[in-house]
């Protein structure tokens, strides 16, 4: 298997502009992570999604952010309209149950000018 | 709200030298995973421990889940260039929930 993976790997984007970010979890893993990493907040949790269906969003930030999963080997984050402190990598990991190891993809790094 | 505190925070050190790094928290945690990241890619399970009291071993490192299931140690013996990175603990507290991740060690080892 590849891994998990995501693309763009870099995002370069002025402020109000749209970001799309892709995932695709290993074949086979019913779980799917979003996160976010920064310096100073370390890896937070923005939203899981379990059998394609988004199970606790509660770390998503705000209504500029959405996330889907339309179905079993892929999934999108969207920024709409971005921000300068949206700037982070972001990653996507995948599992075949919760409590044990995730598999995360290389990250997204967006930079929002 | 459960908490994963990671200390320290950064540690530079040499070739050679022994180190130790940790993980606590006020929560009691079902198991517990350590993580290793390198620049530019996604963090890397290292072990999971699962019983209080637990000690593994992975070639170097040496991991310990303390007894009550509330904190952990990474030790590395005699740290090589190689072992440099962020090192993650993340708790899991059962009931369905996800992991918890603390804000991580980053480790610089010069040779």
């Known amino acids: 298997d590849a891994g998990v993976i995501q693309s763009p790997r870099h995002e370069v984007t002025e402020m109000g502009q749209e970001v799309t970010l892709r995932c695709k979890p290993i074949s086979g893993h019913d779980y799917l992570f979003w996160y976010r990493q920064t310096m100073m907040r370390g890896l937070e949790l923005l939203i899981y999604?379990?059998?394609?269906?988004?199970?606790?969003d509660s770390g998503m930030p705000e209504d500029r952010f959405s996330a889907k999963m339309p179905n079993a080997s892929f999934s999108t984050l969207k920024i709409q309209p971005s921000e300068p402190r949206d700037s982070a990598v972001y990653f996507c990991?995948?599992?075949?149950?919760?409590?044990?190891?995730?598999?995360f993809g290389p990250g997204t790094r967006l930079t929002v000018t | 709200t459960q908490l994963l505190e990671q200390s320290p925070q950064f540690l530079s050190i040499q070739e050679g030298e022994n180190l130790t790094v940790y993980c606590n928290s006020s929560s009691v945690f079902s198991s517990l995973q350590w993580y290793r990241q390198e620049p530019g890619e996604g963090p890397v399970l290292l072990v999971t421990v699962v019983t209080g009291g637990e000690v593994k071993k992975l070639k170097r490192l040496t991991f310990q889940f303390g007894d009550a299931r509330k904190d952990s140690s990474l030790h590395i013996t005699a740290a090589q260039p190689g072992d440099t990175g962020l090192y993650l603990c993340a708790g899991y507290g059962g009931s369905q929930g996800n992991l918890i991740f603390g804000k991580g060690t980053k480790l610089s080892v010069k040779p």
């Open positions: 990991a995948s599992t075949g149950s919760l409590g044990y190891e995730q598999y």
């Open positions: 999604f379990n059998n394609n269906v988004p199970i606790d």
